[in-house]
Structures are given as C-alpha cells and as structure tokens.
C-alpha cells in the first residue's frame, strides 16, 4: 500500500499531472484579493474520490505495470460531474506484447462483500455479463475504438492503435483482449473469479483472449481513498 500511496495510483486517480497545470494557470489569472479567494474556494470544492473510482484506477496502475497494458487517457478527464460514472466499458486501451498491439476492452468491480464469489459478479451488471456483451462485436466496439482513436495524442499511440485496429479489421472483429478486474479488500479466494470465469470461457474464442484477475488489498474498501495520498492543492 505505502509503495503505490505517493506513486502511479495517486497519480491515476486524482489526474495529478493535468491538475496541477490547470491549478497553476488559475492561480496565475488570479491578481485580486477577490479572485485569490475565488481560486481558493474552487480547489477546497474538490472531494475525496469514491473507493469504486480508487479501485478502477488501482486496476489501470495493476494492468500496465503486470500486463503490459497501454492507456492512452485518463478518464477522470471526461467525467462532467465529481461523482459521474461514465457509461461503457470502464477500460478502454491497448495490450501491447512484444511489440504487437491489440484493443483492450475491460470491466472494473470492487466489492467488500464476504461471499465469495462477490455479488458483483453477478447479474445484468456484473462483472462477466459486462463482458459477455463485449464479445459482440455489434454491441459497442465502434463507439469505444472512436472514443480511444480520439484520444491518442501522440505518433507512437496512433501507430499502436492502427495496428490495433487492423488485426481488429482482419480478424472480422475477433482480435481483442477483454479484462475484467476484481478489487477486493477480503482475503484471496480463487472462487471470486473461477466460478462465473467458466461460464465466460465459452463466450470468448480465439483469437480473442480475456482475463479475469481479482487483487486483495490489506485495507477496507471505505479506507481506500485515504491511502492514495492526494492532498488538496489549495
């Protein structure tokens, strides 16, 4: 917990970088007394995140470090209000494997449920229906590939992308990579995932690939925005 606390997790979940940009332009417009103490008040609004929004970007930091996972953005950025949880798969990037880059569509669940598996799971809004219907390529895949495609600002994420997209084309929609991701703060049960996962396996076909991987924190879910360590930048 103390190596991510200062690290890739805060940086994930509070946008660090991109804020602190905009706090320094703010503080720069600000040449009144009156408008020192707007800028002061607008920061001081800014809430702690939610232990889901904590989760998912845990899942992010988790996936590129172990996985080798691309992210071309950072969703914090599209979300219109604090508490938005933005519609369609939670991640949207590359998997990038020994230079060989394929979409990666993927679903986020944190749970301090005892069961095991979690009820979050289950369902029209668990973890493996959510990516059930990412294995139709009729569902949502065109909205999410123009939503990254969009969003990559840079040569080598375009390049990843195109390549991405044409084993996409060249395989009639099947070359993808699904993720679902459990976050937990219970003790480690294969159950969790091992369940419902051979249900999931009968959905997906190669050359599409999905993996279900669930992590253990040794802290309570509501305790998790506490350990990210963003700090109010007022």
Same mark, same amino acid.
């Given at each position: 917990?103390?190596?991510?606390?200062?690290?890739?997790?805060?940086?994930?979940?509070?946008?660090?970088?991109?804020?602190?940009?905009?706090?320094?332009?703010?503080?720069?417009?600000?040449?009144?007394?009156?408008?020192?103490?707007?800028?002061?008040?607008?920061?001081?609004?800014?809430?702690?995140?939610?232990?889901?929004?904590?989760?998912?970007?845990?899942?992010?930091?988790?996936?590129?470090?172990?996985?080798?996972?691309?992210?071309?953005?950072?969703?914090?950025?599209?979300?219109?209000?604090?508490?938005?949880?933005?519609?369609?798969?939670?991640?949207?990037?590359?998997?990038?494997?020994?230079?060989?880059?394929? $979409? *990666?569509?993927?679903?986020?669940?944190?749970?301090?449920? +005892?069961?095991? #598996?979690?009820? &979050?799971?289950?369902?029209? =809004?668990?973890?493996?229906?959510?990516?059930?219907?990412?294995?139709?390529?009729?569902?949502?895949?065109?909205?999410?590939?123009?939503?990254?495609?969009?969003?990559?600002?840079?040569?080598?994420?375009?390049?990843?992308?195109?390549?991405?997209?044409?084993?996409?084309?060249?395989?009639?929609?099947?070359?993808?990579?699904?993720?679902?991701?459990?976050?937990?703060?219970?003790?480690?049960?294969?159950?969790?995932?091992?369940?419902?996962?051979?249900?999931?396996?009968?959905?997906?076909?190669?050359?599409?690939?999905? $993996? *279900?991987?669930?992590?253990?924190?040794?802290?309570?879910? +509501?305790?998790? #925005?506490?350990? &990210?360590?963003?700090?109010? =930048?007022?």
């Amino acid at each position: 917990m103390e190596d991510l606390k200062a690290g890739p997790w805060a940086e994930r979940v509070g946008d660090l970088e991109s804020s602190a940009a905009m706090i320094e332009e703010l503080r720069a417009l600000a040449t009144t007394d009156m408008a020192i103490a707007t800028v002061g008040g607008l920061l001081a609004s800014e809430v702690e995140p939610l232990p889901w929004e904590v989760g998912e970007a845990l899942a992010e930091v988790l996936l590129e470090h172990w996985h080798s996972v691309v992210w071309v953005w950072n969703t914090v950025r599209d979300r219109r209000t604090r508490r938005a949880s933005l519609p369609g798969a939670d991640l949207v990037g590359l998997s990038v494997i020994d230079g060989s880059a394929t $979409l *990666l569509f993927g679903e986020v669940k944190s749970s301090s449920d +005892a069961a095991a #598996p979690p009820g &979050v799971v289950y369902g029209k =809004s668990g973890l493996i229906q959510q990516l059930e219907r990412l294995t139709d390529k009729d569902a949502d895949h065109f909205t999410l590939m123009r939503w990254l495609r969009s969003r990559c600002s840079t040569a080598e994420h375009v390049a990843l992308y195109k390549a991405a997209a044409a084993r996409y084309v060249h395989s009639q929609g099947r070359d993808i990579h699904l993720v679902g991701c459990l976050i937990r703060d219970t003790s480690p049960n294969e159950r969790d995932v091992s369940v419902r996962g051979t249900a999931l396996a009968r959905t997906v076909v190669e050359p599409m690939k999905a $993996l *279900l991987t669930s992590w253990y924190l040794p802290a309570t879910m +509501a305790s998790w #925005p506490s350990h &990210v360590g963003l700090e109010n =930048s007022a």
